[in-house]
């Protein structure tokens, strides 16, 4: 066979321990507090069905034929609207956020060029930009997001950008406060470093009070990346980056070369459903359901495992992240988990240039209330058998 | 502003002349036949309306919820049972064809590798392959493909892979006869050179018998790329590689970084449409549209422009490919055309490697038979005023 050799990039490509300990949770007869699914029970059917079909009436073969690059001209309006200093034409419509992450990483990153992470930060970032071959550069953080301190010494080394999730980062739960954010803003453009600010969750608030995105704090040197995945759907694939130009345009040469355009097809139904007023509608009951889930998860955990497993409880989001006692391995207890049937994320993979192995993260977001409280009983159950060596 | 540099690779992504020229083609007094878009007349609306009804009611949430990366294994088992030689794992779903350009281009092509394409061939793939900064080697083509004689002394200088589209190529409209394909698929077996069958246009033949796929002949040394977009609709981004381990495997977690997945609702839309028989069923309509615009548009031509353009009448897809007189500048020609209110395609920017200044390329697939012979004659006008020095 003629096979080709591969590129040098996918090195950076391997298969993941983390993406093997993932297949194991999806056994039946596991509870999965792994994933990181929104909860489909919330999501929007009826309105998606009615949003198809307007959608095709509206825009007729539109909605089905080739588009602009950069997306619907209706839909980057809708997104620069809802963000406070953002204009149409810095919106490019993406294929998830994901592909935003891929974007950014395929037109500034050179194989050995710096990126400024949180440690621990979102995997999916991490894999997104590896291709490219940076090398990572990682800022402690806490509760309350990176360590500013420790950042300055790492801008002062130059990375391309800082990537992070200001509220309700994943893992970590941890949202910003204001204070910070300014210090954050104003650091990165002393150093002239550029942010990349990832929010999928923010609209996932259940606890405290609006903070200001990155971008609302200074546009002209963040790229926002914002979806519908965890507010509506993620099977729609509708997410959008809103960056300064020339970067924006960048991007969009680069997403020609990747794809072309995101559906024609699920622009104008996302289209349809914001036009309509969906994630106004829908705020309150979303919140309700994660604050409800986060509760009940925390204090089934804390009452199966006791001081066991620590943790900030989270003021949005989906994910609960704490840590074993010092020096446990978290990668270890995964394995007896599965064998008691539940599973979750052992922390060691979060950390782009390593960390300690005894932290962990649960989600809740889809689990039913029966689920959550066995899983948390099974954890418990798992905790001891792993303590006695089992 | 802390704008970041610009990765090395973006010097490959500069704007071209021919991005700025196509943004004339958009003016409303002109008639443009420069385009690539499909027929939208033929698009299936109601179809995908009911479509999307049947896809929510028998998916449920899995057509909203996050999917595999590799695509709805009821569509990869569809798309295998459209291809002799395909097997059901070896299937990716894509969002689009540009998508499986960009996969293949990111997990086999390092700086300075080497890939084959036609002279001429198409922009789409060269501008997919461009970020991964490759060097091209070119083999003439005419209207029955790509020349194997020369073929063989490009397939000696060790290309990563020979990129093809062998049936009612774009630009060219050629289409490789069986015994062609054949002594192609050898010569790349014995030079261990992986093929890259792009396969857009194979359902638009209107006249001659079908011929076997490149995957068909050699499944272990060809990456097949099959899609919607020609058929069913280009809005819905639905489309596939078929492509042997591991280069599957490899291709999977590049579009992992990339993108996640491709929407779980269009697939799920895609699915209920392929499910229900719709490309038999529309075959006869399709084919018999672009039979007949193609011979509208040939036969308005040779009446308005005689010799001066000379081109092969293809046997399927949406292009008439053809050569100005010897000497002619089809660049200037294309200023003149606009001014007379008329738009095509220059051939020049589809040699990787430059090419002969008096090639273009006609799509016929769009427009209306009116505008079909009104853009003849605007050409023929055209074509006065360029020789007389306008």
């Known amino acids: 066979m003629a096979y080709p050799s591969l590129a040098g990039r996918t090195d950076r490509m391997q298969s993941s321990t983390i993406r093997e300990l993932l297949k194991l949770t999806a056994r039946a007869d596991v509870l999965n507090l792994a994933g990181g699914l929104p909860a489909a029970k919330l999501f929007p059917m009826e309105e998606t069905q009615a949003a198809s ?3 095709l009436a509206r825009h007729g073969v539109r909605a089905l034929q080739y588009g602009p690059t950069d997306g619907f001209p209706e839909l980057r309006a809708h997104v620069a609207a809802m963000l406070p200093g953002a204009q149409p034409d810095q919106v490019i419509v993406t294929s998830g956020s994901q592909q935003g992450l891929d974007l950014v990483g395929k037109v500034v990153l050179d ?45 002062a ?49 259940f606890d405290g009070d609006e903070q200001p995105t990155l971008h609302a704090l200074d546009p002209g040197n ?28 960048w991007m969009e040469r680069a997403k020609q070369a990747s794809d072309l355009h995101t559906s024609t097809f699920t622009q104008a139904v ?17 919140r309700a359901h994660y604050r409800e889930q ?11 495992m006791g001081d066991a497993f620590r943790f900030d409880l989270p003021a949005g989001g989906m994910f609960l992240w704490g840590e074993l006692p010092s020096g446990s391995d978290a990668q270890a ?25 005894h932290t962990l993260r649960l989600s809740f977001a889809q ?24």
Chains 1, 2 share one sequence.
Not at 241 to 247: K, T
Not at 333 to 357: K, L
């Open 53 to 55: 079909e307007r959608a």
């Open 111 to 155: 194989p050995g060029d710096r990126v400024a992470v949180a440690a621990p930060s979102y995997m999916g970032a991490l894999r997104a930009f590896d291709p490219y071959e940076p090398e990572y550069l990682t800022v402690p953080s806490d509760a309350d997001g990176i360590d500013l301190d420790a950042l300055e010494d790492v801008l």
């Open 157 to 205: 080394q130059g990375p391309k950008f800082l990537y992070v999730i200001p509220d309700f980062d994943n893992p970590q739960g941890s949202c910003m406060p204001a204070a910070r954010r300014e210090r954050l803003v104003e650091a990165a453009r002393r150093h002239g470093v550029m942010l990349v600010e990832d929010s999928p969750y923010r609209e996932l608030r």
């Open 222 to 249: 963040v790229v926002h990346l914002g979806t519908l995945s965890k507010t509506l759907a993620p099977g729609l694939r509708v997410a959008w980056a809103v960056a300064p130009e020339p970067l924006k345009d």
């Open 270 to 286: 996302a289209l349809e459903l914001l036009d309509d007023g969906i994630l106004d509608a829908r705020k309150p009951a979303l």
């Open 294 to 304: 986060c509760h009940l998860l925390a204090d089934a955990v804390r009452q199966e």
């Open 333 to 357: 207890f995964f394995h007896t988990a599965i064998d008691h049937g539940v599973a979750f994320v052992p922390g060691g993979p979060f950390y782009a240039n390593g960390g300690p192995s």
């Open 367 to 390: 689990p039913t209330e029966q689920e959550l409280q066995e899983a948390a009983r099974r954890l418990g159950r798992a905790w001891q058998a792993f303590q006695n060596g089992a």
